[in-house]
């Protein structure tokens, strides 16, 4: 029997859920919808959605105050974090390049830390 087979959502609460569904459609271009959320269909079926757990000392989330972290995907990381600078966004300093591609990083107005991943050329 085939248990799981992805992840089907990312939900978390909020203090002020309008201002910050707002942010993230000002900022990030995510569509927020009617009732509240968004949907990612997948048109690659070459994408995927990864899952991890980390130990509860892991640096990973900070400086963000949540115990998770939202990856999104993104077509020009570079051009994006200009852009959110530009907008007054808290975007950290720090990127990283590898084989698995870029990553950049900002806050959410309610200091949640948000991965922006452009994946490497081809992929």
Request: aromatic share 12%; proline share 8%; hydrophobic share 45%.
């Amino acid at each position: 029997m085939q248990r799981v087979t992805g992840i089907g959502g990312i939900f978390f609460k909020a203090q002020d859920p309008v201002a910050l569904r707002a942010w993230y459609q000002r900022h990030l271009g995510i569509d927020v919808l009617e009732w509240g959320g968004a949907v990612f269909p997948w048109a690659d079926p070459a994408g995927m959605t990864v899952w991890n757990i980390a130990e509860p000392g892991s640096p990973t989330f900070d400086p963000g105050r949540a115990p998770f972290m939202v990856n999104y995907r993104v077509a020009d990381l570079d051009a994006l974090l200009q852009a959110l600078r530009a907008e007054g966004c808290e975007v950290l300093e720090k990127t990283e390049a590898s084989e698995f591609g870029k990553f950049g990083w900002v806050l959410d107005p309610e200091g949640n830390k948000v991965e922006l991943w452009e994946p490497p050329a081809g992929s």
